[in-house]
């Protein structure tokens, strides 16, 4: 049916709408994030150095990859590589490149993953009705062990959960089991260069037919659509699409013309009158809920004051009641959790173990918990209160 990469999935999974320009309407773009392009130098440096190494055995080090690193840096900078954050300048991202150039040996001090296979190799597997594709940055073999390695110049750490879910090795994984039918494991490794750690994921083969599984339904999917929607939200600042997603949306919104209203347009008017409606009421209702708050207080001093049991007004009766009463913190808080722990010292758990109002409040007033720490005390110390309760004059 189709070809698909591990990229390529990402940009659908990502975006619809992304993907049918990059890879549908095959819509170049000059502009590069300066993150993809430090990580494309590093991963260039890497790779000629091991292949310097493998074939004219030139030893691996840190002065030879910085080498390669600058010179890559300096011959493929170019004016679209785009800086979006505005504190940072190209020669903070360039030494961050170093950095991790550093880390990398540090690393692989402490690995041993057998005979390097190949460098930079290169995937074409069919899966289902598709081809899949793909590049390797590093594959060894240990005996019956296949090692994948995959170098990330990501800021952002990868937990061991991140590194189980992955597509991108996952698939690298299914296709080597295709050319190596003899392997009898694959580990999949992952050089966090900005953390110097690697992440580690076994695959067992549930695990692997849910991720073919996976991988088709989606390509079957795009296969079967012709509407690629926006998918909207925190990564669209960094999209290089955000012109031609602008007119993309342009052309599917719905206008009036000049003496014909279709229905769609009355609805999104009243749609936004009602939201309008709806903020302003909230707006409202919180400012009178303040007010309520400073009145209830006030009302109760007079009626203490007066020894009165009610206030009457112009319109109404407001019924005034004190009472004296413990109040149980909330769940989550760190009073609700000291409570909870003297509930199961003096051994009532299993009596309340909801923590009902009624039950703990009937311990604490028969000393079940026993001498109780200040700050423990004073969460749970007895206080007024006060209910109003408003009716119709007669």
């Known amino acids: 049916m189709g070809y698909y990469t591990a990229s390529r999935l990402k940009d659908y999974l990502q975006c619809p709408l992304k993907y049918r320009f990059a890879h549908i309407d095959k819509i170049k773009k000059d502009t590069e994030g300066i993150e993809a392009f430090m990580g494309t130098c590093v991963h260039n440096a890497l790779e000629k150095m091991l292949f310097l190494n493998k074939e004219y055995d030139r030893e691996p080090a840190y002065e030879l990859a910085e080498q390669l ?37 540090e690393i692989e001090a402490e690995q041993d993953f057998g005979c390097l296979l190949d460098i930079e190799k290169r995937l074409r597997f ?30 952002d750490p ?43 994921s076994i695959r067992d083969e549930e695990a692997r037919r849910q991720l073919a599984e996976r991988i088709c339904r989606i390509a079957e999917e795009i296969e079967g659509t012709n509407e690629f929607r926006p998918s909207e939200g925190s990564l669209c600042g960094w999209c290089e699409y955000t012109e031609e997603c602008a007119d993309e949306k342009r052309k599917r919104t719905l206008k009036p013309e000049p003496e014909q209203i279709p229905p769609a347009c009355e609805l ?16 409202e209702v919180k400012e009178i809920d303040n007010r309520l708050d400073e009145l209830r207080p006030l009302i109760g001093a007079a009626c203490r004051e007066e020894g009165a049991w009610s206030v009457e007004g112009s319109e109404c009766i407001l019924d005034v009641a004190e009472s004296l009463g413990y109040s149980i913190p909330g769940k ?59 009716k119709p004059k007669e």
């Open 69 to 105: 690193y600058l010179k890559a840096w300096d011959e493929l900078y170019h004016p679209e590589v785009v800086i979006r954050k505005p504190d940072l300048t190209p020669e903070d991202y360039k030494r961050r490149g170093l950095m991790m150039l550093r880390n990398y040996f």
């Open 126 to 155: 069919d899966l289902g009705e598709n081809k899949i594709g793909g590049k390797i940055d590093r594959l060894h073999r240990d005996g019956g062990t296949i090692h994948i390695i995959d170098y990330k110049t990501s800021k």
């Open 158 to 200: 990868m937990s061991q959960e991140d590194a189980d879910s992955d597509r991108q090795l996952g698939l690298y994984e299914l296709g080597i089991r295709q050319e190596f039918p003899d392997v009898q494991a694959v580990e999949l490794h992952w050089y966090m260069l900005g953390h110097k750690e690697v992440v580690t």
């Open 268 to 283: 999104a008017d009243e749609y936004a009158k009602l939201s309008a409606r709806k903020t302003a009421l909230n707006s």
């Open 332 to 390: 989550n808080t760190p009073e609700r959790e000291q409570l909870e722990a003297l509930v199961r010292e003096v051994g009532i758990w299993e009596q309340v173990s909801d923590i009902a109002k009624a039950q703990v409040l009937e311990a604490l007033d028969e000393g079940l918990f026993g001498a109780l720490s200040a700050d423990v005390e004073g969460a749970f110390e007895k206080k007024e209160n006060l209910r109003i309760k408003l």
